[in-house]
Nanobody, 124 residues
Framework: QVQLVESGGGLVEAGGSLTLACTAS????????VAWFRQTPGKEREFVAS?????YYTDSVKGRFTISRDNVEYAVYLQMNSLKPEDTAIYYC????????????????????WGQGTQVTVSS
């Protein structure tokens, strides 16, 4: 069983930066694919970025967001720069040990473990 806790969300002006953290309950996370998804009311959960055997981003965040892993702290971070109002959403981290080298890294329903989410609001 893996427990994930997100932190770092908040309110920021357009053009600003935030760093989200996804902290896991133990060292097993080092062998898991970890992804960030985001969701706005009435919409499906959207893939943002993932780290496992490779690093992947959705097109809308490439060049602005950076995902990284700290295996000492059992954490995965999402550095978000040049934030836009359309980045406003609840951000969730997810992990799964079967997706480390999988092509399904962007498919939400394939992730077994989820955090509770953290709100990111970007004002214009």
């Amino acid at each position: 069983q893996v427990q994930l806790v997100e932190s770092g969300g908040g309110l920021v002006e357009a053009g600003g930066s935030l760093t989200l953290a996804c902290t896991a309950s133990g060292p097993a996370i080092r062998a898991y694919a970890v992804a960030w998804f985001r969701q706005t009311p009435g919409k499906e959960r959207e893939f943002v970025a993932s780290i496992g055997g490779g690093i992947y981003y959705t097109d809308s965040v490439k060049g602005r967001f950076t995902i990284s892993r700290d295996n000492v702290e059992y954490a995965v971070y999402l550095q978000m720069n040049s934030l836009k109002p359309e980045d406003t959403a609840i951000y969730y981290c997810a992990a799964d040990n079967t997706l480390y080298e999988s092509v399904y890294y962007g498919t939400a329903r394939r992730y077994r473990y989820w955090g509770q989410g953290t709100q990111v609001t970007v004002s214009s």
